[in-house]
């Protein structure tokens, strides 16, 4: 077979036949793919490219790698409230193997099922592994939930726990190094991460500004404060953390990897005061777990604060790590 | 400034202030594009990759290069018979370097302007200079264009001429040389393919099936064959060329480029005998040449006829150049 049959033979039967979506007129095999948008409903579009050695370690199993590069983007995605529907791929590769195409494709055609997204078209290319994904979905007209809308006096939430990625990475690389069952579920969480699709859709009329924790809490949260014209207020002790980070690393530790350690793929999001209740009930019926964290404000910048206190030199306090 | 305050400027500012559409509710900025598709369309999705060394040459200009890169995506939308809307970027850089981020935005914003398209989204990452684009555009319900269309009888066209940029390419590489004046003609040819938007739209329910000609008409054609169960027949000296090519290499060196030479760009299109005088008409108002070069019939494959006899050994003919 010859590197296109192959490829064929991998995506395009298995997530075209996988998803059985109705709304994909044509998927792979023309120049371009029809699909059908839902009446009142906008599109949401997204794009994300990750390259070997900058965003994913070179021996990355090439299904954790196709996992994790449609998880990334069906993240932000949900970060907007959107259901995601489709995907487009771009793989740039080295060398043809099929052995890898193949584990590719099924991590690929795994996450595609799971979420009910078609892949509808690519492009395969030869060069150094690189990876970009256009995701789309739908959001019904008007209800998108956007960065700008935090006002102060809204409180601020995490979905799930913060900082666990980041030390999976650490023990990836060896950098870091723990019992193999907290290991286990730290390093999950960094190549597994769980993109917030129940989330998000559920923070809709809700949530007054979303967006999803991809370079690190503080870093991130940043953009929230700067787009709604807004402070952020944190509160340390009230970061979610997992007990394995805390026995893994210790509590010190484990708050500055939720600080400062990307690739959550955790929502950041903020919520007026009426709307708290709708949220508990919203969240708590999608089974999602949330911890409010601080609260916005007037003025601008972020600021932390341990024990009541502000922490006015963040990096200092975190710079043994 | 940092990159990314490069990149925002650049990009976000200059496309999204150029293009004006009513439909980008929110473009770059946030996780994700929040689009409006229209009502009664569809929506029409295409990706492409190029990569430094690939798809183009490692000097080329940054204006040049955007400008082929989006070129290239709104070809595939023509062939679909949609009108371009919107784009996202992943351009993987390997270093920062304001001069060639200017010209690139420059190109970028040119082509997005001069189309009416917005850049929605992008992604900017470190590594081996690559470009995905991903186009969205429209068709109305169900006029989309596929390749799998054509009948026995309809009669196979072309838009424009063939084979000028694979001569332009011979130019640039040194592998050829010609005079100046012809020599420009086809460089250009090469580094400033036209998308045939305008033709793609004209085509809606004339053409029976349609493609863009991206890796030779001999390879390209065997696509609408396979997805329509036919047969292409195709005789040479119908072949357009432009006289540049054929001043530069002679008229058999001319019809080879033409059948083999990639990146050609234009529309290949399939029309039966009872809308001949429809595709006139279309085609007369869009002010787009065109050219019958030959027919389909039941069977497969493609055949080359040269004065009327087959040509049997279609890669003998041509292994002189």
């Known amino acids: 077979m010859t590197e296109f049959e192959l490829i064929e033979r991998y995506f395009r039967d298995g ?4 998803s059985k979506r109705k709304d994909v007129l044509f998927g792979i095999g023309d120049d371009a793919a029809i699909l059908r948008a839902p009446d009142n409903n906008q599109l949401v579009v997204t794009t994300d490219t990750l390259v070997e050695g900058i965003h994913f370690l070179k021996d990355i199993d ?3 790698l196709a996992y994790k590069s449609v998880a990334v983007n069906l993240s932000d995605l949900a970060a907007m409230g959107a259901d995601p529907a489709w995907l487009t791929l771009a793989l740039t590769l080295p060398k043809s193997d099929e052995a890898w195409l193949a584990g590719f494709a099924e991590g690929l055609n795994q996450i595609c099922e799971y ?5 509808v078209g690519g492009d395969t290319t030869r060069g150094p592994l690189t990876i ?10 008007d209800r998108g939930i956007y960065r700008h809308g935090a006002n102060p006096g809204d409180w601020i939430f995490v979905t799930g726990t913060l900082g666990d990625s980041a030390a999976g990475l650490k023990l990836l690389t060896g950098d870091l190094s723990c019992d193999e069952d907290l290991k286990e579920f730290l390093v999950t969480k960094h ?5 917030r699709v129940l989330a998000g859709r559920s923070l809709r009329g809700i949530a007054s500004a979303c ?5 690190g809490l503080a870093g991130d949260i940043k953009h929230i404060c700067k787009a709604s014209e807004v402070s952020a207020h944190i509160n340390i002790e009230q970061l979610p953390l997992s007990s394995a980070l805390q026995q893994a690393l210790g509590e010190a530790n484990a708050q500055s990897l939720a600080i400062v350690g990307g690739e959550d793929y955790e929502l950041l999001f903020t919520v007026p005061e009426n709307r708290k209740g709708a949220l508990m009930t919203a969240l708590g019926e999608a089974g999602v777990n949330h911890s409010c964290i601080g609260q916005m404000r007037g003025g601008s910048g972020v600021h932390f604060y341990r024990d009541g206190e502000l922490v006015t030199d963040l990096v200092d306090s975190f710079q043994h790590f």
């Open 15 to 18: 997530c075209q036949r996988g």
């Open 115 to 119: 979420y009910g997204i078609a892949l």
């Open 191 to 195: 190549l597994r991460p769980v993109p």
């Open 132 to 141: 970009t994904l256009t995701a789309m979905g739908h959001v019904p007209s």
């Open 211 to 215: 967006m999803d924790l991809s370079d």
């Open 62 to 64: 090439p299904k954790v």
